[in-house]
């Protein structure tokens, strides 16, 4: 019976922070990566 309330805990959890945390890291990184392709395209090219 622990068993089976221990994978039920499991399977339902889901962590909201981690998938914040995530999208604004790869948000941050393609911010950045527009940013530096901005000034090639506007100050190199």
Known sequence: MDERKE???????????RVGVAFIKYAT?????FGILWFVITYIL
Do not use: A
């Open 7 to 17: 994978i039920e805990r499991k399977e339902t959890k889901s962590d909201p922070s």
């Open 29 to 33: 990184i393609l911010i950045i990566f």
